[in-house]
């Protein structure tokens, strides 16, 4: 499986755009590239996936290039709930489904 | 719709004792369960997956092991737990929706080994 490669924090304040970008140079070609958000003591929470170009939905976009060895996550007009840890990770479709490995994640710091 | 539980929340045990930590699943049928384990500030590791009943995959060897009895009923144990499993374990279920695999987290069991 793909290993990825993400800042370990990043700082923001209220209102801001966000990108966190992720490396993953390994990408096969049944990968797709997942971003889920966690909080602490709580499971992570599915935000965005996407396979190539780009994708949008109520909560954020996701830029990918056309090799695919990265990927942008941009969230719009940060709050202070949105601090967490954003983990980038690429998932095998695997015959008998679906697994995915989890990185160290960038923990967002959103700021009055 | 679906939910998955976790049980117990919180556990406290003693090294060299015995573990059990059970998960299920709501309202989807054959899914894919994992389990994964986050130690203190650090990210998830996956340590098993599971595609059907008695159908289990181990990622990373230790002393932990996975069954799954029912179709929608996750198991974890450990015969002696080490200082080292302490951690926040989390069960998943993955599925394929709107066109994008996603896996759905329990709210984990926080596993402290004294």
């Known amino acids: 499986l793909a290993k990825t490669t993400q800042p370990i924090s990043m700082d923001s304040y209220e209102g801001q755009e966000v990108n966190i970008t992720c490396s993953h140079n390994?990408?096969?070609?049944?990968?797709?590239i997942t971003w889920y958000q966690q909080f602490p003591s709580q499971g992570p929470r599915f935000i965005i996936q996407g396979y190539k170009t780009k994708v949008t939905n109520e909560v954020a976009s996701l830029f990918i290039p056309a090799d695919r060895k990265s990927s942008t996550l941009s969230l719009p007009r940060v709050s202070l709930s949105d601090t967490a840890v954003y983990y980038c990770l690429v998932g095998d479709i695997w015959p008998g489904g679906f697994k995915t490995i989890f990185g160290a994640g960038t923990r967002l710091f959103v700021k009055a | 719709s679906q939910t998955i539980h976790q049980w117990p929340a919180t556990l406290v045990q003693p090294v060299g004792s015995p573990l059990s930590l059970e998960c299920t699943v709501e309202g989807t049928s054959n899914p894919n369960l994992y389990w994964y384990r986050q130690a203190a500030g650090r990210g998830l590791q996956l340590l098993f997956y599971?595609?059907?009943?008695?159908?289990i995959s181990s990622e990373v060897p230790q002393n932990l092991s996975a069954s799954r009895p029912q179709d929608r009923q996750f198991i974890l144990s450990s015969k002696k737990l080490l200082l080292s499993d302490s951690g926040f374990y989390l069960c998943a279920w993955s599925t394929y929706k709107k066109g994008s695999y996603e896996q759905y987290f329990g709210p984990g069991t926080r596993l402290t080994v004294t």
């Open positions: 599971s595609v059907g009943i008695g159908q």
């Open positions: 390994n990408i096969a070609t049944n990968d797709y």
